[in-house]
């Protein structure tokens, strides 16, 4: 373990009395970063991100195996040039050639591999450079100051267990109080919320589902959130209920951000606006048909495709990432049109689509419910086991009524069919994966 990864998880299991106290001492912002984070950061909206495109698709083509086989003695002079010559590439062509994707001059000292995929699928393995936190970082640290976050400590709640004898751990250099999802009930709620009051710490950093889980219990448990400034939510698309119950109900600000394992494009909102702003400067962003066709036009929903600009050990050109969006047709009034802007982003197509009996599909998004049911309901999941058939998981809280179990089956049927068989289930919990996280749709239908 290097010396960034050990500072990132090693330190963690410090005793806490010892860490707050290191904790207490850094008062250190962008420079426990280090130089390239604070070179990175300084420039990160001057770099000419054509000019950027163009030198990685030229190095690879002369020091990839995969791409100096298939264009050997293609010089790329433009992005049309790119456009016009470079192939898209998924994750099955990856692997099936992976050897072939390793440059050849990569020293394996300064990478290292990450595994991508996580929860469908077969995971990939890619090699990335060593400072690919560093990369990352700036980026999302540059949309967080959008919000007024500077370098303030966060509460994570994310995919941590921890032993049962600690109910947090601390990381004093990158300032996070780290809680356990997985534990997550109303007593384990006053706690995470005690340790936040009592260290002032006013920022949340969350899967959207357990910061959503947590500030549900707040509320049951009548403990004022007031202090709390910012939600900012990675990992799994927020639900308009979660946003809704966060921003609207709860009044704190909600920062999303998109990225991907393989690291390619990176997005996130603003305080103007709930669309993704596609960083311009971290990767290539191209949203694709299922033809292979570039979509530009706002509103058509299409595949996610990137090119990296800082892997050079492993350089992905026009990669289809499996995550699904259309761009957004409104403007931000803070950045006008200096991003592109995306709406929300889904996971793979095929998990995002509910099965019908006349054939047909809808998809999620189509089942959108109206605000006010919200306040009726601590959560809400969906899970198909057959076609036809939609089971609706409800946590309802002490405002849900008998009709509104009936609007809910009017509503399924006028979205899915009126032979649509609708169940109301109603729970404590919702189904988490093991990896910690939450989907809207637990699809079991087999296309
Ligand atoms: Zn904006």
Redesign the pocket.
């Known amino acids: 373990m290097n010396i960034a990864d050990y500072i990132k998880t090693g330190i963690n299991e410090w005793p806490n009395w010892f860490n707050r106290i290191l904790w207490r001492c850094n008062i250190f912002g962008p420079f426990v970063y280090g130089g390239s984070y604070r070179k990175l950061l300084e420039r990160i909206d001057d770099v000419d991100a054509e000019k950027r495109l163009i030198d990685m698709a030229n190095y690879a083509i002369s020091h990839v195996p995969y791409y100096r086989n298939r264009y050997g003695n293609l010089h790329i002079g433009t992005i049309d040039d790119f456009k016009k010559h470079i192939r898209f590439i998924d994750k099955d062509e990856v692997m099936s050639h992976w050897d072939e994707f390793v440059a050849d001059d990569t020293d394996l000292n300064t990478c290292v591999t990450g595994t991508t995929g996580g929860s469908s699928g077969k995971p990939m393995k890619i090699l990335m450079p060593r400072s690919r936190y560093v990369h990352s970082l700036a980026f999302w640290h540059k949309e967080m100051k ?1 919000y007024g976050w500077n370098y303030d400590t966060r509460a994570v709640i994310r995919n941590h267990r921890l032993k049962p004898d600690r109910d947090y751990m601390v990381n004093p250099i990158l300032k996070e109080f780290i809680f356990d999802a997985f534990r997550m009930n109303g007593e384990y709620a006053l706690k995470v919320w005690s340790v936040m009051k009592r260290y002032g710490i006013r920022y949340i950093h969350a899967y959207p589902s357990a910061a959503y889980q947590f500030l549900k219990y707040c509320r049951q448990l009548d403990l004022d959130t007031s202090f709390i400034k910012l939600c900012i939510l990675t990992s799994e698309s927020v639900t308009p209920e979660q946003r809704y119950f966060i921003k609207q109900e709860l009044n704190i600000d909600i920062y999303s951000s998109y990225g991907h394992s393989e690291k390619l494009i990176m997005a996130g ?5 709930d ?1 993704y ?1 596609v960083e311009p400067a971290y990767g290539y962003c191209e949203l694709v048909d299922r033809e292979g066709n570039v979509i530009d036009k706002p509103g058509v929903f299409g595949e996610l495709a990137g090119t990296t600009f800082f892997n050079k050990c492993f350089p992905l050109l026009r990669y289809r990432t499996g995550d699904y969006t259309s761009y957004a047709d409104s403007d ?4 006008g049109n200096d ?1 592109r ?1 995306l709406n929300d982003i889904d996971g793979h197509w095929d998990k995002t689509l509910i099965y019908r009996s006349d054939g047909g599909y809808t998809s999620l998004t189509a089942l959108n419910l109206h605000s006010d049911i919200f306040e009726h309901i601590d959560g809400l999941q969906y899970l198909q086991e057959r076609i036809g058939a939609l089971t609706v998981l409800i946590i309802p809280n002490d405002k849900y009524r008998d009709e509104d179990s009936a609007f809910l089956i009017r509503h399924y049927k006028g979205a899915l069919g009126e032979d649509a068989d609708i169940e109301l289930r109603f729970v404590d919990k919702l189904i988490i994966q093991s990896n910690g996280k939450f989907q809207q749709l637990i699809s079991k239908i087999k296309v």
């Open positions: 959008w909102s603003c305080p103007a606006s669309k702003h931000c009034t803070i950045h991003y802007l």
